[in-house]
């Protein structure tokens, strides 16, 4: 069994230039996290796109779609931004039914030593293994059904579309 | 749903003693480590030792056997050294058959900043909500069945009985 | 022998807000820092403003050269953005004479785990120490007289006005 | 003007053996440290030796003496354990009066992500380049004449020989 990982961008990837003063994309971190988590599953990242996924169109979502469908593996993580996260989720979740697919991100870029991405990282590859086929969000240390959740963006968790909201 | 997480020591907890040099325990990282990770799942930690793993005994193993299932949650989280962690596994496995139990631990302290512990909490928090009922060991990313782990000395790694090691 | 410490911003006390994905300013790392550092000198920090320097004013500069004239100390370390630290400089220098004032910063906020301003504020707290009266710009592990410093916007690097640069 | 910098190992370079459990040597970081302090000045890096300082025998300190003593430079930063650092201080102290020699080390590791390390560099690195001759003591923050400082072993902290300790 293989895992594929798609890196798509979003905070997870986003690093600090020290001359602009300004966060942006240089490259993925994917590598680099699953040597840190002593990863042995067998996988193959793959980058599809460096974004802001507050700035991902509709041609991306389907270069996504495009990308898990034509692939071999039934096992896919994919990284994300997680602004949209939910969106690109309800894009592949109308049309994926036979594989299984978990889409993951951070709040803090990992970059930052103190960052939400490894154990995101370590649950969506595990989520990825045992749920049966359908298109997952993992966040919160939970995980959703592409058809029923969203990022709340006051206190930047992921929940399901009838959850009351507590505490941030 | 409600996650048991019980905290037994073992290398994801050590700190370092400035004044003496050495490695030691103080207390459990695992409520900082969830926040970190924004874990939004219902848990409570409880610790029922800070030991080394080399220095469990039957009775500690014992202790731990009886926690799990004297408790009403049937979703429990070990954290755990990983030189006796197969060990305890087996105890645990011959016993319990109807609750989901994941040991989990980390090869480099969670205070070192270079940990994979953040990982494997990640994972096993992950695969204890979906694994069905059973007591296994998650690291590196994979999980393993009570009956079917061990640690290889050599590379640290954990591996299935009959698995031919590959590089380190 | 008491040193004082006036936080005026800058990248060293930026911090991420996770919710909107920016950068920001809350409260000063400095004491947290020098707890880091295992700083055993007499110090007192006081925060005069958080400002990014590029929207420091004229106004802003007489604020601290006010404050650092009316104090009893007379060895004095400023956190500032840098920019415009240069700047800052040389209003404190044409006017403190009797006064070691040294100013320090960072290029990568103290929160993101890479940063150089431990490094920074380290050498800074031994400068002040030992320099003799007048107002300098501690970076690069380097001192500069307050007339003759300004930051190469290319490499991000202090250097002597008639420094020929090398390589960033 | 170039400043030395000897290595002879210490807490400063400790790493830890995740296979093994324990804390050992393996090279030193001072490159990477420098390189993470953005420091520009000119310096050049030799490993003398990689010990605990408790380890440290006669032979060890002429050693360093001699180093110290026929090279060209009259700047010297020494990387060195904290136990004994004192007593090499004593050594070199009583022979080089014709140089700036600092000695300087740290309390955790650099590789555990909270050391004081990267402070004390900067400190260091500052007092070589304006300290008049003679041979010095950094940590904490301050610097000590080699024949007036000890390492209180209950608080772990640098102080004159007359010193009335204070809290930890």
Same mark, same amino acid.
């Not at 840190?36 to 802001?52: E, N």
């Not at 700035?55 to 593996?73: S, V, Y």
């Not at 889409?103 to 803090?108: D, N, P, S, V």
């Given at each position: 069994?293989?895992?594929?990982?798609?890196?798509?961008?979003?905070?997870?990837?986003?690093? !600090?230039?020290?001359?602009?003063?300004?966060?942006?994309?240089?490259?993925?971190?994917?590598?680099?996290?699953? %040597?840190?988590?002593?990863?042995?599953?067998?996988?193959?990242?793959?980058?599809?796109?460096?974004?802001?996924? =507050?700035?991902?169109?509709?041609?991306?979502? *389907?270069?996504?779609?495009?990308?898990?469908?034509?692939?071999?593996?039934?096992?896919?993580?994919?990284?994300?931004?997680?602004?949209?996260?939910?969106?690109?989720? %309800?894009?592949?979740?109308?049309?994926?039914?036979?594989? @299984?697919?978990? =889409? @993951?991100?951070?709040?803090?870029? !990992?970059?930052?030593?103190? +960052?939400?991405?490894?154990?995101?990282?370590?649950? +969506?590859?595990?989520?990825?293994?045992?749920?049966?086929?359908?298109? !997952?969000?993992?966040? *919160?240390?939970? !995980?959703? &059904?592409?058809? &029923?959740?969203?990022? &709340?963006?006051?206190?930047?968790?992921?929940?399901?579309? &009838?959850?009351?909201?507590?505490?941030?």
């Amino acid at each position: 069994m293989k895992i594929k990982i798609f890196v798509t961008g979003g905070t997870f990837d986003k690093e !600090y230039d020290e001359i602009k003063g300004i966060l942006f994309f240089k490259k993925t971190h994917l590598s680099e996290m699953l %040597k840190l988590g002593h990863c042995k599953l067998k996988f193959d990242v793959t980058t599809l796109m460096m974004k802001d996924s =507050l700035h991902m169109t509709d041609e991306d979502r *389907n270069l996504i779609l495009e990308n898990c469908e034509k692939i071999d593996e039934d096992k896919i993580v994919i990284t994300h931004g997680t602004d949209t996260m939910a969106e690109t989720a %309800k894009v592949l979740g109308r049309s994926i039914k036979d594989k @299984t697919v978990v =889409l @993951t991100g951070a709040m803090i870029p !990992y970059k930052f030593g103190s +960052s939400d991405g490894l154990f995101n990282l370590g649950s +969506s590859l595990a989520f990825v293994q045992v749920l049966p086929p359908g298109v !997952y969000v993992s966040m *919160n240390g939970r !995980y959703f &059904n592409w058809d &029923n959740v969203r990022k &709340n963006k006051e206190t930047g968790k992921f929940e399901e579309l &009838n959850e009351i909201s507590s505490q941030p």
